[in-house]
């Protein structure tokens, strides 16, 4: 029995209605589906650290569940019919988890990326994993995973703004050829309300909207074009 849980409904447009399907621990997420199965990780950050994959059919309603035991935090993700594991106590690895016993096996290593926290998924676009970690020199860094081809792109220093700081980018979307981001990074000049009542001269981030070419994206060229800027 859950007492803080995710629910699963299934809605039914065409009558309104809402039916509950299944429940799981809080902070389960969904990390990918097929034709007709959903794939529901709950990572247990107490305790034997262990992480439950759950294979729910959404037709009939079935269950498959199968434990993973951790040796640390790990990150799950979903790609092309599969299940992974980042591990990076030595260096990056990505593993392959077999949802019959449990077993997760090296697929992909890379000694140039290390981590002393796990990495996080973040989002998977066109296929690509985009992952984010602290690396040992304490700095946030971004990577890409190709899992169909095993390669990796660093996106570390992606974008940056006017003052050269680094950005966090976040794909909002996407079309055959570019992808439109979202990014946090140049600091503007300009006039803040101080708790006196006053205004003080003070720097503001800008979030700005930019359309990048893929080939650009993968490849550090920041040939972008703004589309607009907010406060």
Known sequence: MYFLTVKLVRIDYKNHTATEVCRFPENSKIIGADDDNLYICTEYFVGANRTTITKFNVKNNEEQRITIFNTGN?????????????????????????????????????????????????????????????GTDTKIKHLAYDAENQNIYDLTLKITGDDQREAFVTILACTDDYYYVSMKSTLKEGLFMGNDGNYYTGNYTVLEKRLIAKNDYFNNIENYKVINTET
Request: hydrophobic residues 30%.
């Open 74 to 134: 790990r990150s799950y993700f979903y790609s092309e019919g599969k299940v992974y594991r980042i591990e990076s106590t030595e260096e990056f690895a990505v593993e392959e988890v077999n949802l019959e016993d449990g077993s997760c096996n090296v697929v992909y290593t890379n000694p140039n990326y290390k981590s002393d926290w796990s990495f996080s998924v973040l989002n998977t676009v066109d296929n690509y994993i985009i992952m984010s970690y602290v």
